[in-house]
Nanobody, 119 residues
Framework: QVQLVESGGGLVQSGGSLRLSCSAP????????LGWYRQAPGKGRELVAS???????NYADSVKGRFTISRDNAKNTVYLQMNSLKPEDTAVYYC?????????????WGQGSQVTVSS
């Protein structure tokens, strides 16, 4: 059983920055895709960013140019750097480790990190 541990959420003012981290000690991160989802109150889970085994990245249109996903396979850690945050970015953010992160089936999820952006 893979356990993903997230850190870095919190409260920030509009225009500020936060960095989320997600690690899984003892897991071989390098063999799977990694990604970050978010879920705002009353809404479905949205794929925000993903990074392939070969480090190719994809972003939701709503965060392009503001968020950056990266991975450190040696540390079994994936990061989400969030800049120029907006109130609409407020959500619980979940990291994901799976063969295909775009699918909600299979794979593993982090415990969720609350990100709140005040106006």
């Amino acid at each position: 059983q893979v356990q993903l541990v997230e850190s870095g959420g919190g409260l920030v003012q509009s225009g500020g920055s936060l960095r989320l981290s997600c690690s899984a000690p003892g897991t071989i991160f390098s063999i799977n895709e990694l990604g970050w989802y978010r879920q705002a109150p009353g809404k479905g889970r949205e794929l925000v960013a993903s990074i392939s085994v070969g480090a190719n990245t994809n972003y939701a249109d709503s965060v392009k140019g503001r968020f950056t996903i990266s991975r450190d396979n040696a540390k079994n850690t994936v990061y989400l750097q969030m800049n120029s945050l907006k109130p609409e970015d407020t959500a619980v953010y979940y990291c994901r480790h799976a063969n295909t992160v775009a699918s909600l089936k299979g794979g593993y999820w982090g415990q969720g990190s609350q990100v709140t952006v005040s106006s």
